[in-house]
């Protein structure tokens, strides 16, 4: 056994309520400078919906993640001599009309006008190009847009979807959406770290998240393909690619991450896993309906005695240990399985995981009233978000792995709805339970964690334990539009 | 005289500077060492333009190459009419090749408003210089056939006293003014290649090659508990 920890998050989808807190407070942080504008290292996009860049989950046209092919795992970019072949022309490499051409206005034109008839406008202009521009896309161009026929009904996953299953869902007034904030995953198994040509991109291995080396980075952009949930950028004016941080300056000072401490929901979570580094391949070539059962076994328990004696010999310190004891990710994850990843199927097994959101999919014949337990069990087949769309984007398209979270969900609210409002009998609430597997105890710590719980519960920071983290002489505010803490030239081009 | 300044010292200056400031840019700005690749901003024409070039210019070089390290070989190798001819055709094919995508490349520079503002000066610099190479090699390929048989005779051995730190410059002061020309500005590429996107070439990245699919990097040692 070869123990890591590796920092983790659960967003809680039911919570989520699209307010993009999380993406302004990462752009502020790390993407406001030229090449980055179109950066969105967090974003959230409504689904069903094409999302960020335009159908980033069709992996026919970008070739992210992995493929089996008989015993082995092979990057859908190609073969290692295959992909050093195409670093003249990435053919797979999205370009900057699948994100959006980064635009501002000329908000100056609207005091400097000469004085006439009409209203002074600040006219768009690129960023790119600094020329007049129209504005055709944005990074969250189909916000709140569900039933569109131009963004929700290209969704991949929608697309799959019998017609009838289509027509339900775009149904006039029976819309149904739900927002996805994404960062990146800082996989076990990164498509990006396997196919950087020049070995920039790596994992951390105290907490396994994953950067690039910017100093090392030759800007041969296959990671931009090779990471299925496109969350590597290129940077067009700097000449390298760029990624999520998962803010390890902040983390490494006790703090939360941008995203997660701006979160006006609080569906955020954060903590350690400790998983064993040994099952990583294995995991990943299980059969796609397999991959997340394979993942929730590769996280080891960290209160057993074994575990924790193998974690010392692996080298995983004790308050390390401690954290993962105290990891809400855990509990979601683990512990209670109400927590699953984005797209297993690509196989780069995600270590962001999502409690799938349960209001759209109750909502189906809901006049207003709620239902009880029966129904539930009997609609969650018909339910207004077809399973078949949420397996497709949580499960690898195993429909039960999504209901059995659905039915633990269920049971959580008819609990607290027998307890809070007191219209359900107990025996309603504890039929959802039974149904559900779940001890009313349970039931009671998942209401908690979800609903009660401050910052410090939410965020159980591993400690990094950088005694000379360099940036702790370091006023952050002095390095915004900067490349961050310890690099000590601006990222602009100089040759 | 100025043969003596442009075949005999200039070599010197531009391999001095490649070297020198090649090292000091990679120690103290590595951040700057880039493809500076812009496909991002345009695709297609990119495709056009880069696939081409990158692959004809790397056989051309290896040719020049191969006859300066090893001359009787290459001699060896012309030796029959055919292959003589084989390669001459080759070569020229392969040069004009390098002609027309490099002409695409720039047009797309100068066309394409997003591409042309990611373009320095330096790059304007690096494309003309490299324009005038391959378009003075093919007019050489053209106009004074058999080059790869003279080349043995002309610029190996002035190469090969360069690097003897004995400058024969009298092996080109015969030669036409657009040999001259292509040997000079050969080495001004040498010259701008530190300063310019060129650093990228030093970094083919065939270590991928053989290395592990993931990598993780400890910043502490692991201690065994």
Redesign the interface.
């Known amino acids: 056994m070869n123990i890591r920890a590796q920092v983790s998050s659960v967003f809680h989808l039911d919570k989520c309520i699209g307010c993009h807190t999380c993406s302004i407070a990462c752009k502020n942080l790390w993407t406001d400078r030229k090449g980055a504008e179109y950066m969105w290292w967090n974003n959230v996009e409504t689904k069903p919906g094409t999302g960020y860049p335009t159908k980033w989950e069709d992996q026919e046209r970008y070739n992210g993640g992995w493929e089996r092919s008989g015993s082995q795992l092979n990057l859908k970019l190609g073969g290692r001599a295959s992909l050093i072949g195409k670093i003249f022309h990435n053919p797979s490499l999205p370009t900057m009309d699948d994100y959006y051409e980064p635009f501002t206005y000329r908000y100056s034109d609207l005091t400097s006008a000469p004085a006439g008839d009409d209203q002074p406008t600040a006219r768009p202009v690129s960023m790119v190009s600094g020329k007049p521009m129209k504005i055709e896309a944005g990074p969250n161009w189909d916000d709140d847009l569900s039933g569109s026929n131009i963004y929700a009904a290209n969704d991949p996953g929608v697309v799959q979807l019998s017609v009838e299953e289509q027509q339900q869902l775009f149904a006039i007034e029976k819309m149904v959406f739900f927002h996805l904030p994404r960062i990146c995953n800082h996989c076990l198994n990164a498509g990006c770290v396997a196919s950087c040509p020049s070995g920039a991109i790596y994992k951390r291995g105290e907490d396994g998240i994953v950067l690039i080396n910017q100093d090392k980075c030759r800007g041969w952009r296959m990671c931009v393909s090779a990471c299925p949930y496109k969350k590597t950028y290129y940077g067009w004016s700097s000449g390298k690619s760029e990624k999520c941080i998962l803010c390890y300056p902040r983390q490494e000072a006790g703090e939360a991450p941008g995203c997660f401490h701006s979160c006006v929901g609080r569906i955020r979570f954060l903590g350690v896993l400790l998983y064993d580094a040994d099952r990583i391949e294995s995991a990943a070539m299980q059969g796609d309906k397999e991959l997340v059962a394979a993942q929730r076994e590769m996280i080891l328990d960290p209160f057993d005695p074994q575990v924790i004696a193998e974690a010392k010999r692996s080298g995983v310190p004790e308050e390390v240990v401690k954290a993962a004891q105290k990891s809400p990710v855990y509990k979601f994850v683990k512990e209670w399985g109400l927590a699953l990843p984005l797209h297993p199927e690509f196989r780069t097994l995600p270590m962001l995981f999502y409690v799938p959101p349960l209001l759209p999919v109750l909502s189906m014949d809901n006049l207003g009233k709620q239902k009880l337990a029966d129904d539930f069990f009997t609609t969650l087949e018909r339910a207004r978000l077809p399973m078949q769309y949420l397996a497709g984007l949580f499960a690898g398209g195993n429909e039960e792995e999504v209901k059995a979270v659905y039915r633990k969900l269920i049971a959580v609210r008819l609990q607290r709805r027998h307890l809070s409002v007191g219209d359900l009998s107990a025996e309603e609430a504890a039929k959802a339970c039974a149904a559900a597997e779940l001890n009313s105890e349970t039931v009671d710590a998942i209401y908690r964690m979800t609903a009660l719980t401050r910052i410090k519960e939410r965020i159980v920071i591993p400690p990094m334990l950088r005694e000379q983290a360099i940036e702790a002489g370091m006023d952050p505010e002095q390095y915004k539009q900067e490349m961050g803490f310890g690099s000590r030239l601006p990222p602009k081009r100089r040759w | 005289m100025s043969d003596m300044i442009l075949f005999g010292a200039f070599p010197y200056v531009a391999v001095a500077l490649l070297i020198s400031v090649g090292i000091y840019?990679y120690c103290v700005?590595?951040?700057?060492?880039?493809?500076?690749?812009?496909?991002?901003?345009?695709?297609r024409v990119?495709?056009w333009g880069?696939?081409p070039?990158?692959?004809a210019i790397l056989i051309i070089l290896m040719a020049h190459f191969l006859a300066f390290l090893f001359p009787s070989g290459w001699g060896v190798l012309l030796g029959r009419p055919i292959r003589l001819y084989l390669l001459e055709v080759t070569g020229l094919g392969l040069g004009i090749s390098t002609l027309i995508a490099l002409a695409l490349l720039i047009f797309r520079r100068v066309l394409n408003?997003?591409v042309?503002?990611?373009t320095?000066i330096?790059d304007w610099l690096v494309l003309a210089a490299l324009l005038l190479q391959v378009a003075t090699g093919v007019y050489i390929a053209f106009t004074l056939r058999w080059g790869s048989v003279w080349y043995l005779h002309t610029a190996t051995p002035w190469l090969w006293s360069l690097v003897k730190f004995d400058p024969q410059v009298q092996y080109l002061a015969a030669l036409p003014a657009v040999v001259k020309l292509h040997a000079f500005n050969a080495f001004l590429i040498l010259a701008i290649f530190p300063?310019?996107?060129l650093?990228?070439v030093v970094?083919v990245?065939?270590?991928?090659?053989s290395?592990p699919?993931?990598?993780?990097?400890?910043?502490?040692e692991?201690?065994?508990?």
């Not at chain 2, 692991?222 to 508990?225: D, V």
């Open positions: 840019r700005d590595r951040y700057s060492w880039s493809s500076q690749s812009s496909q991002f901003l345009e695709s990119l495709f880069s696939v070039w990158h692959y408003a997003r042309s503002v990611v320095t330096v300063f310019s996107r650093v990228h970094s990245p065939l270590s991928y090659l290395r699919y993931q990598v993780v990097v400890w910043y502490r692991r201690r065994a508990g």
